[in-house]
């Protein structure tokens, strides 16, 4: 007996078979001839921002000055506006409370000013060419020199930066050894001025803008002039002769009604603006700040973080080598040593940092070991305290 098969049912599942052979096969071809064993996704993410990288390093640089010509805008326009109506609210309500107000507001802006000034103007600190380094832990691939530890390249300046923590395009400056307590401090006193503003401004937020308070009085007492017409913004209507009756357009801005309109736009500008600062810039302060109280930089953050991944994997733990605890760690990054106190940074002060950034104590230095300097010996003793 002769036995047929009908092909024809099996086609879909032998044309999936041959679909799924191909496919297997082009893929395997493609991998086999752009394998790459130094290929992982660090090094796929790294080239898919090289155009990014490009362009931060080629025109960083370029833009700096105009943000720091927006720092300085936007910063001089809302001390402007805080005099133009918040010093004459306050006096007018209690010229006893606004001595005080008056006294705590210029600290905070010289502090800010100042901390500014030195963030932009104070270089983050450079290796000494043609020096020996004795403390050098690797050679840089673009400067082609050593570098000491904590040391890192800065695309943007094209230089090797002592204990590196970014390049910051606001202060058209790389921030570093010798400038990264003026770059830290500007952000919290600039934070503290946000919110002291938004302490005394919430009154004339909630007057001027909320329950129209000035705006409704100061229209009571303007006298409108010609006939007795109410005034709107699409035109009034006047009678022109007994029984006629036309609408003409008029104007309804004088110059009490265009102070009152640019008043409220500059209060609604200051609350934005204020309201903008504290979340992006309050983030980015407290993010610092536990940067700081691990001892360790913004660069370093993500090498250790790494380290401790790695270690993970043999079940050890990786130990920061600058991390003194979180006391001493502010103490060294502030500078407060040598007998400084906190005036020192409550008021302005251009005290030097501790130490040259060439050679860095660790937790697992001698204490005997060797000082290049007085403020070495100060951090040793801080430390060992």
Known sequence: MVRVNWTFFSLPQRLRKWVTWNYLDLTLTVRSLTYN?????SYASDVVLEPMIWFVDNFTKFLGPFFVACVLALTSSVVAILYWIGLPYWWEKSPIATVPILIVGHWILINIS????????????????GSLITEAVSICKKCIAPKPPRTHHCSVCNKCVLKMDHHCPWLNNCVGHLNHRYFYTYMAW????????IIFGLEILYKEIISG??????????????????INTSGAIIPITEGEWAVTETS???????????????IVYVALLCTGVIFALGALTIWHGK?????????EAN????????????????????????WKNWMLFLGLTNGRGWRYILFPSVHPPVGTGLRWKTVHSDSDGESDDEDYNTLHSCVSS
Not at 190 to 197: D, E, K, N, R, T
């Open 37 to 41: 064993h130094f290929m992982n996704s």
């Open 114 to 129: 100042f901390t500014y000034y030195m963030g932009v103007v104070t270089p983050p600190g450079y290796p000494p060419e």
């Open 190 to 197: 600039m934070c503290i001025g946000v919110i002291f503003v």
């Open 213 to 230: 308070y000035f705006y409704d009085e100061e229209l009571e007492e303007l006298e409108l002039e010609g006939h007795p017409v109410r």
């Open 252 to 266: 309804n801005s004088s110059p009490a009604l265009d102070e009152i309109a640019w008043r409220r736009r500059s």
């Open 291 to 299: 940067l700081i109280s691990r001892g360790e930089t913004s660069i």
């Open 303 to 326: 090498i250790n973080k790494k380290e401790r991944e790695r270690l993970a994997k043999y079940k050890k733990t990786y130990i920061n080598p600058y991390d003194f605890g979180r």
